[in-house]
């Protein structure tokens, strides 16, 4: 597998930058890499904060998961009834 970024919507959302731009991005990097390496999958890992309600990829995008992607994780940093970062208000558990 090839991970070209880890968290990258989080990790842009934390400098800035918008979902948009983030799955385009994603998007670009995935088409030349399965046009170098066709056999070959492609992952990234998704943050709790990806998911949060009002300012989260999920919510600012109709379909965060850009297409050449074969593979998701989630990182939780947290207990699976208490994922996230108290401390920005972000923990939730992961049933929800």
């Keep these: 597998m090839i991970y070209p970024n880890d968290e990258p919507y989080a990790l842009a959302r934390l400098n800035g930058h918008s979902a948009a731009a983030v799955k385009q991005d994603l998007e670009k990097v995935g088409a030349l890499i399965k046009k170098t390496f066709p056999n070959i999958p492609l992952g990234f890992t998704f943050s709790r904060i990806d998911f949060d309600i009002r300012d989260g990829a999920f919510a600012l995008l109709e379909n965060p998961l850009p297409e050449q992607f074969d ?9 699976w009834s208490f994922c996230g970062d108290a401390s920005t208000g972000n923990a939730r558990p992961i049933t929800e």
């Design 71 to 79: 593979w998701f994780g989630l990182a939780c940093y947290g207990s």
